[in-house]
């Protein structure tokens, strides 16, 4: 029986899964949700993040992911996965920034993995990491830019990306619902940030993850477009499929469409894990 692999994406952690994680037990299907380095337990939520905020300090405050790479993520993930794969086949799953590390872990170590499941992930073949494509046309359509004023401290010097999710300013949540979660409810919505944190590793969104035909390109794979996401366009998600099926033309990925948000899905359980459930595996 196959394990599926969970991935979280940027300023997330394993409980982004837990909604899936309870539909596929349901279906007597096993899980793992990984918390990358720096996430989950291990997030850092300095005193100046809480209540009551001081975001002066806060600016200046060292991230504890300054140093994490991509690699970083794949070195971690690694140990689970070979373990998992001594007792069968391994399915990796990445939402959003999730992407580049089932990418990166597939390029380095196909043989563990029998399928590979993009959730409007990142997935980059021509350029090397997400910040690269969204200088990109396709890019034009994300809500993404309308949040920048989430962001605090000079990245140099904090390094890493911080979005203060705690914040006050009503139209700043309003907009990044708009850009993420447009079809929850607004305690829905709430519910999100509160188990989100605020720091993301630059190294990790500017690292190179591009896919390799020689290893990621014999795994076969999955993407789930989201055709009411804002954050990252369908006509985003789209260049990415045509990208990695014209790396790979004797192995195109499986497309499957959902009407969700970027982080909507989480909240239509049941369709994911049906369609985690029908992927095909690679033949031993």
């Known amino acids: ?61 060292p991230s504890t992911l300054a140093t994490v790479t991509l690699q970083d ?14 007792n069968g086949p391994v399915i990796l799953v990445g939402a959003s920034l999730g992407g580049v590390t089932i990418t990166a872990l597939a390029n380095q170590a196909p043989e563990l993995v029998s399928h590979l499941v993009y959730i409007s992930a990142w997935a980059p073949v021509s350029k090397p990491n997400p910040i690269e494509y969204m200088g990109e046309p396709e890019f034009a359509e994300s809500l993404i830019p309308t949040v920048a004023g989430l962001s ?42 509160n188990i989100l944190q605020p720091d993301e590793s630059l190294q990790v969104m500017m690292g190179d993850a591009r896919a390799e035909a020689a290893t990621w390109g014999t795994v076969p794979r999955t993407f789930v477009r989201l055709t009411a996401d ?3 366009p369908i006509a985003l998600q789209d260049l990415l499929i ?37 992927v095909d595996l690679k033949s031993a």
């Open 242 to 278: 045509r990208e990695g099926n014209e790396l790979t033309p004797d192995n195109q990925y499986a497309v499957q469409s959902l009407d969700a948000s970027h982080v909507g899905w989480i909240h239509q359980p049941d369709r994911i894990a049906d369609i985690l459930a029908g």
């Open 73 to 86: 993520n794949v070195d971690s993930l690694l140990p689970a996965v070979r373990r998992l794969a001594a």
């Open 152 to 193: 605090v401290g000079d990245p140099a010097i904090v390094g890493a990306g911080r979005a203060n999710y705690r914040t006050a300013d009503k139209a700043l949540l309003e907009a990044l619902k708009a850009a993420t979660m447009a079809d929850a409810t607004d305690t829905q919505f709430l519910a999100l940030l």
């Open 230 to 232: 804002r954050s990252l």
């Open 1 to 61: 029986m196959a394990t599926y692999v969970l991935v979280h994406g940027s300023g997330s952690n394993s409980f982004l899964w837990t909604s899936v994680q309870r539909e596929l037990a349901l279906r007597g299907l096993p899980s793992y949700a990984a918390d990358l380095p720096g996430h989950g337990l291990d997030a850092q939520y300095p005193a100046a993040y809480q209540a009551p905020q001081d975001l002066d300090a806060w600016a200046t405050e």
